[in-house]
C-alpha cells in the first residue's frame, strides 16, 4: 500500500520557467510533509517542509503548497536552474502522534534543459 | 564537515556474507534513523534510535538485520549472511529532539555478488 504517492516519474523544464513537483498522500494521519532532493550516489537533501496547520511555506524559490482536503502537495521551483536537475522526493509522517518515520514517495525525476 | 557521516560509502560482497555499516550523526542530534533506498524507489524506513533506545523496527528489518547505538552517538547496521536482495543503498538519518526536519546522510552502498 502506497501511502504517498509521485505519479508523475519525471518532469522536464525549460530554464527559467516554473517547475511543479505534485504529490498526493492516503494516510490522513499525516501532519508534516518534507521535500528532498537527490543527486545520483547521494542521499536526499532536505529543502522545504511544511506543517498541517498551513497550506503553503515559502523558502526562497522553493514554496510548497498543501492541501489537506485533497490530500496533495506540490513543489514550486521559480525560476528553475540547471543545478536543480535532480529527483525530488515528497516525504510525510505523523509529527504530532510522536511517530519518527518518514513515507517517502517513490520520487520525481526533474530535468531543467538550458 | 558537521553533517551525517556513513562508512564505508560502498561495499561488495559476496553471498552469505556479514556487512556491517557505520553511521556518525549531527552531533546534537539524540535521534538517529536507518533507512533503505531500492533502484527507482523512495527511502524506506527500517529502524529509529532515540539516545541509545531503539524504539522502532520496521517489518523490513528481518532477523538477519540488527542495529546498534550503544553509547548514544555512532550507529552500526550490521547485515549477516548477505543475501542478493540486499543490495541497496543504506541511509542513515538524524534530527534533533522536536524531531521536525531529518538530514540524511550520504549514505552507503551496498552490492551482494
Known amino acids: 500500500d502506497q501511502q504517498v504517492k509521485q505519479n508523475s516519474p519525471s518532469l522536464s523544464v525549460q530554464e527559467g520557467r516554473i517547475s511543479i513537483l505534485n504529490c498526493d498522500y492516503t494516510?490522513?494521519?499525516?501532519?508534516?510533509f518534507l521535500w528532498y532532493k537527490k543527486y545520483p550516489a547521494e542521499g536526499p537533501t532536505f529543502l522545504i517542509s511544511?506543517?498541517?496547520?498551513?497550506d503553503k511555506n515559502e523558502d526562497g524559490r522553493f514554496t510548497v503548497f498543501l492541501n489537506k482536503s485533497a490530500k496533495h502537495l506540490s513543489l514550486h521551483i521559480v525560476p528553475s536552474q540547471p543545478g536543480d536537475s535532480a529527483v525530488y522526493f515528497c516525504?510525510?509522517?505523523?509529527?504530532?502522534?510522536?511517530?519518527?518515520?518518514?513515507?517517502f514517495g517513490q520520487g520525481t525525476r526533474l530535468t531543467i534543459n538550458p | 564537515d558537521t553533517g551525517v557521516s556513513q562508512d564505508p560509502r560502498h561495499k561488495i560482497t559476496k553471498r552469505g556474507q556479514n556487512v556491517t555499516f557505520r553511521c556518525d550523526p549531527i552531533?546534537?542530534?539524540?535521534?538517529l534513523y536507518w533507512y533503505r533506498q531500492t533502484l527507482g524507489q523512495g527511502p524506506e524506513f527500517l529502524t529509529y534510535?532515540?539516545?541509545?533506545?531503539?524504539?522502532?523496527k520496521s517489518r523490513l528489518l528481518s532477523d538477519r538485520f540488527s542495529a546498534e547505538r550503544p553509547k548514544g552517538s555512532f550507529s552500526t547496521l550490521e547485515i549477516q549472511r548477505t543475501e542478493q536482495g540486499d543490495s541497496a543503498m543504506y541511509l542513515c538519518?538524524?534530527?534533533?529532539?522536536?524531531?521536525?526536519?531529518?538530514?540524511f546522510g550520504e549514505g552507503s552502498w551496498l552490492t551482494v555478488v
Open positions: 538519518a538524524s534530527s534533533d529532539r522536536a524531531g521536525n526536519t531529518i538530514y
Open positions: 494516510n490522513s494521519m499525516f501532519d508534516y
Open positions: 511544511i506543517s498541517s496547520i498551513k
Open positions: 516525504a510525510a509522517s505523523r509529527q504530532l502522534q510522536g511517530a519518527q518515520k518518514l513515507v
Open positions: 552531533s546534537e542530534h539524540n535521534r
Open positions: 534510535f532515540q539516545n541509545e533506545a531503539q524504539l522502532e
